[in-house]
């Protein structure tokens, strides 16, 4: 009997018990499942911000690591178009980085504001990165100043280097007409002419002439054909042949400046000072037979 009374109690704990749970557990089971939303809301909320933070600080190496490489950049000597396009490009991606990871901090401090989570560990984060980009923009302007700087300095030598070159060109032009100038006088100065011929190939291009038949010779008076006479050198010849057994010179040459001497029976004229045999005259005028 104590057995069945004994049955009989546990059998009303039981049965009170099941009556508790059907009552109150779900409730309890409502405000736990609630809770562990809320905890994994928040777990996902943390989540988010480390994860931004840690792409703003890659992109903050990037972003030093592309000034580095603009900073290598030659200090001096003109930039290849396809360099300066390049600059041009990384200095636009700074920028835009720049941008876009100073309005995801803003966001990211405006939604901490309003959450439910306070932690100072995050609001340290956010503003050590908000101030590290603060200084990489600030090196980006220094370095766009710098290329700005180099691009007006290469542009002004340019210009100079131009100016230069024309200065030059405008002397070498300058100098080449001068030394033409030069080089006609000095031709001048050294040109010569001489003729030989009969007498009577003489007279014909009115070289020597003569009134009568007792009158003396006259040489190179007026009107003689000039186009008759071979225009020489007078530095560089030192003979000439005259192709005759006979020779005489009838213009006006210091003796001692010359010799007629005979190759193959015919004579050769043979200048030993030439500018003592033409001070006199330029015209050399040679009777031959």
């Not at 009997?1 to 749970?21: E, G, P, R, Y």
């Amino acid at each position: 009997m104590k057995t069945f009374f004994s049955v009989l109690i546990l059998s009303a704990l039981v049965l009170s018990s099941c009556n508790f749970k059907s009552s109150d557990y779900k409730a309890l089971q409502e405000q736990n499942d609630s809770l562990m939303r809320a905890k994994q809301q928040m777990q996902d909320e943390i989540d988010e911000y480390f994860s931004a933070m840690n792409q703003i600080e890659q992109n903050i190496e990037k972003i030093k690591e592309t000034q580095g490489i603009l900073q290598t950049q030659p200090e001096s000597g003109e930039l290849t178009e396809d360099t300066r396009t390049k600059i041009n490009e990384d200095l636009l991606y700074l920028n835009e980085m720049l941008l876009t990871n100073k309005d995801e901090l803003a966001r990211l401090k405006t939604k901490l504001k309003k959450s439910s989570i306070k932690s100072e560990e995050l609001e340290r984060s956010i503003a050590r990165l908000t101030k590290a980009l603060e200084e990489q923009s600030s090196k980006v302007a220094i370095l766009q100043a710098e290329l700005a700087a180099k691009d007006s300095l290469i542009a002004d030598l340019g210009t100079t280097v131009s100016n230069m070159g024309k200065d030059i060109e405008g002397l070498k032009s300058d100098n080449e007409t001068k030394q033409s100038k030069l080089n006609e006088q000095e031709e001048t100065i050294h040109t010569a002419w001489y003729v030989f011929g009969t007498r009577k190939e003489l007279k014909d291009q009115k070289i020597i002439t003569s009134d009568g038949i007792f009158s003396p010779k006259r040489i190179l008076q007026s009107d003689f054909n000039k186009n008759y006479f071979v225009r020489i050198d007078a530095r560089k010849t030192k003979s000439i042949p005259l192709y005759s057994t006979r020779a005489k010179i009838l213009t006006s040459h210091p003796k001692s400046s010359y010799t007629l001497e005979k190759e193959n029976d015919n004579f050769v004229l043979l200048i030993t000072d030439t500018n003592g045999f033409w001070s006199v005259s330029k015209y050399l005028v040679i009777e031959v037979e």
